[in-house]
């Protein structure tokens, strides 16, 4: 193309290409015309090459390069996207014919590399064209990898595009997650081992395949739970209810520990750090318990020595600081999860109590004043990193938990770590409990303390402080109840003279607590209830939570306590739901709740049965009806549930 060759070396093809396609001014007519007379001078001068080829020498590489490189720019830039699909087959054909080549010399590799990058715009910019160039392109890069292993200069020019490509076809083709995994990740991780890790050079590459690596088993590993999920998780997951993907079978065990071998010397690349976590996990699923061990106790002291070797000279530190700590808090959530409390690096809380009391420091430093914003994020990381840590350590957190409450816990402003604490080091039945009740009584008047400033505090924390409420009366289960009553008590004075935003934790947090020892003084149980018939009849997504948690503990108990008032205005608003139509998307939690909470009142009505024949449960049917057609499975179920009670 004369405008092509005309400026070559004077203004960049990128441009070039743009001022005929990337514009609805240029119109479908001025997209075809530009697209033909690209097409047909590739394909001029790719016939070019095959007619000349020879093993170290493309003689028309630049006019070839240049084309190849306009092509897949095209792809990315074009506005008339429906009149170019039409020739979507044809690009693909000359970029995979380019690709099959038989010659592995700089000219060729260079051709190859534009090639490779022509496909990954295709697959990005036109997903329905994913499948048929993922199926040419793998096997072909399983070729390309074996090349590299024996070829720098492949390496330097095919690998970062490979991965690149690797990465689009999994984000656009998921299924295609397991083939790479099993297909074209060995060859990677022994590039890694015998190439990548003994040189400084290839940290790009390293960077490439971390980040592919860790979009593949994205899809392919089961999601995992978080630190703040950790209070209420039951059992550690027993090994084997995962199916395997078949990895093990083309990296053995020696290879993966050769891998692992190599983390201290990609201490400097932070993506090697970053993939721990999914390593450890791919591990546990595909290897014996000794090599997944291995595999966390290598990972976690890498992660361990990175954190501790921050240097703090400059901005981009905090953001490295971050990747760490999710990387530690994340290997160690996995680690309890499959195998409950285990031994872990010495240095894990030392390392983290460091970093606690140095965040202050960290906030005051001008040096980081352009990235202050970074710090509560970094803050929260680690206050689930050590969450992480208490339930991997198990009651082996005795051993710090003095050193944390003092020091570390007021630093972290996270008043919640103090529920999965006692959780963690509750005693078991049988065992001395003094030193647990001290303990308790502890995280009680610093709790109690916290709440008398809630006037003081930003939403955020009023609403954090309010919330650990429920999770310290969680941690400590039983061992609450001395102090329960007082808690309550303070709760309902604090509430009237809270900011309207917090009010709704409130509730909650009595439940909570009343759930775990019911109090009985006639004036604190008297707010609560004014308290949750007003979160209730608000509609209050927390209180109808609360009042349908209350009548499965106790029914008798509230319905002796809610007035009459107060469940006459409760049906109203029922009533008024069931018949309002359409159902809104933001009303869906509401309404389920007000259907659950109706079909657990239906045991203890009394002389509402004739109401609930007659009038409810037509209106019920009617309302199941629409929810079925307008597709909402939650509320349909609700309303099904409700159904089936008044029909028995």
Not at 1 to 15: E, F, H, P, R, W
Not at 538 to 553: C, D, I
Not at 581 to 603: S, Y
Not at 618 to 635: K, Q, S, W
Request: charged share 15%.
């Amino acid at each position: 193309m004369n405008v092509l060759v005309t400026n070559a070396g004077s203004k960049a093809i990128a441009d070039i290409v743009k001022e005929h396609v990337h514009s609805t001014s240029i119109g479908e007519a001025g997209t075809r015309k530009w697209t033909e007379e690209l097409l047909a001078d590739l394909k001029g001068q790719f016939t070019l090459a095959l007619a000349n080829m020879a093993p170290s020498v493309v003689p028309n590489e630049t006019d070839l390069g240049t084309l190849l490189s306009a092509a897949g720019l095209t792809i990315r830039y074009v506005t008339e996207t429906g009149a170019f699909k039409e020739y979507l087959e044809q690009f693909q054909a000359i970029f995979l014919q380019v690709l099959e080549l038989p010659h592995w010399s700089k000219p060729y590799l260079g051709l190859k590399m534009v090639a490779v990058r022509g496909c990954s715009r295709l697959c990005e910019c036109f997903e329905a064209t994913t499948v048929s160039v993922a199926a040419a392109l793998v096997p072909w890069a399983a070729s390309a990898l074996d090349q590299c292993a024996t070829d720098t200069l492949a390496i330097q020019l095919l690998f970062r595009p490979i991965c690149e490509f690797l990465n689009v076809v999994v984000q656009t083709q998921p299924s295609m997650a397991r083939t790479i995994l099993t297909t074209l990740v060995p060859a990677m991780l022994r590039l890694h081992t015998n190439t990548f890790a003994a040189s400084k050079d290839f940290a790009q590459d390293i960077l490439e395949w971390n980040t592919l690596l860790g979009v593949v088993l994205e899809q392919l590993l089961p999601s995992q739970i978080s630190a703040r999920e950790l209070l209420a998780t039951a059992v550690p997951m027993p090994r084997g209810t995962v199916e395997t993907l078949g990895f093990a079978a083309v990296v053995p065990p020696e290879e993966w520990e050769a891998l692992l071998e190599t983390l201290p010397t990609t201490a400097s690349v932070a993506s090697m750090a970053m993939i721990l976590p999914s390593l450890y996990r791919l591990a546990q699923l595909e290897y014996p318990a000794n090599v997944a061990l291995a595999t966390l106790e290598k990972a976690l002291a890498h992660a361990i020595d990175c954190l501790q070797e921050v240097p703090w000279n400059h901005p981009s530190q905090l953001e490295l600081a971050h990747g760490l700590v999710e990387t530690v808090r994340d290997l160690l959530i996995a680690a309890y999860v499959a195998q409950g409390p285990v031994a872990v690096n010495t240095q894990s809380y030392p390392t983290l109590e460091y970093l606690a009391l140095h965040l202050p420091t960290v906030a005051k430093d001008r040096m980081f004043k352009s990235v202050k914003a970074m710090l509560p994020d970094l803050r929260d990381a680690t206050s689930e990193c050590f969450i992480a840590l208490m339930y991997t350590m198990g009651s082996n957190f005795w051993a710090f938990q003095a050193s944390f409450v003092r020091d570390v816990a007021l630093k972290l402003a996270d008043p919640l770590v103090f529920g999965d604490m006692l959780h963690v080091l509750r005693p078991t039945a049988g065992a001395d409990t003094a030193e647990f009740e001290a303990l308790v009584a502890s995280v009680a008047t610093m709790l109690t303390k916290g709440l008398q400033q809630i006037p003081r505090y930003s939403k955020p924390m009023a609403l954090r402080l309010l919330g650990s409420v429920g999770h310290t009366v969680q941690g400590a289960g039983s061992f609450i109840a001395p102090h329960a009553a007082t808690i309550a008590a303070l709760l309902t004075g604090l509430h009237g003279g809270s900011p309207s935003a917090a009010r709704d934790a409130y509730v909650t947090a009595l439940t909570e607590l009343y759930l775990a020892m019911p109090f009985t003084d006639g004036e604190t149980v008297e707010s609560f209830c004014e308290i949750l018939a007003a979160a209730v009849l608000t509609q209050k997504v927390t209180g109808l939570e609360s009042l349908q948690r209350l009548l499965a503990f106790d029914p008798t108990w509230v319905l002796a306590k809610l007035p009459a008032e107060f469940w006459t205005q409760f049906l109203e608003m029922c009533t008024e739901a069931l018949t309002s139509f359409p159902v809104f998307e933001e009303d869906v939690p509401t309404i389920v709740l007000q259907l659950g909470i109706c079909t657990a009142l239906l045991p203890h009505q009394r002389g509402m049965e004739a109401w609930s024949a007659t009038v409810l449960a037509p209106m019920v049917a009617t309302f199941h009806t629409a929810a079925h057609e307008e597709g909402l499975v939650e509320v349909e179920e609700a309303s099904r549930a409700l159904l089936t009670a008044l029909q028995s």
